[in-house]
């Protein structure tokens, strides 16, 4: 599978995780999963940017290391948000096909947590950010074993009107 998306749409990813930088920036993307030659594709239609809802209260289990479960490391999606784009996407006859998040001052790799909470069949995209700069974008999607495999990033065609024409 590769994740096929405009470099519009990974600029806005980016843009997004610097304007909430030192926290991390969540969102979700909406599309289609489209059967090509070889390999299908998640492609990318809209971006969905989201508020980081994650609050220490909402894992009083994690108490003893709540000092380090900030926004700055965490986020979470709120239920609601998260329906209501699946709503939105259905009437229009897509689909969440992943989730952005965005590692401020670290690698662009999911953490443990972001493993354990991972959907399946999801794409993943991290965005690192260092400095307040996006400096590196990677896709990962989970496997059978439930471990996270990267995952192909392809500029789409669709961006392809953008490019200077190309003289015959
Ligand atoms: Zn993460």
Known sequence: MVLALSAQQLAAMSAHAERVYPEECCGLMVGEIRPEEGESQKRLMKIVPLDNEWTAEAFPAEDSTASAQTKR????????????????AR??????????????????VPSECDRALAWPEYAYVIVSVRSGQAVDVQNWALDSAHQFRPETIRISPSSARDRMPVSA
Do not use: F, K, N
């Open 73 to 88: 490391r965490r986020y979470q999606i709120a239920p609601e948000d998260m329906l209501q784009t699946q709503r939105q």
């Open 91 to 108: 009437a229009q006859g897509l689909a969440i096909i992943g989730v952005y998040h965005s590692h401020p001052d670290h690698e662009a």
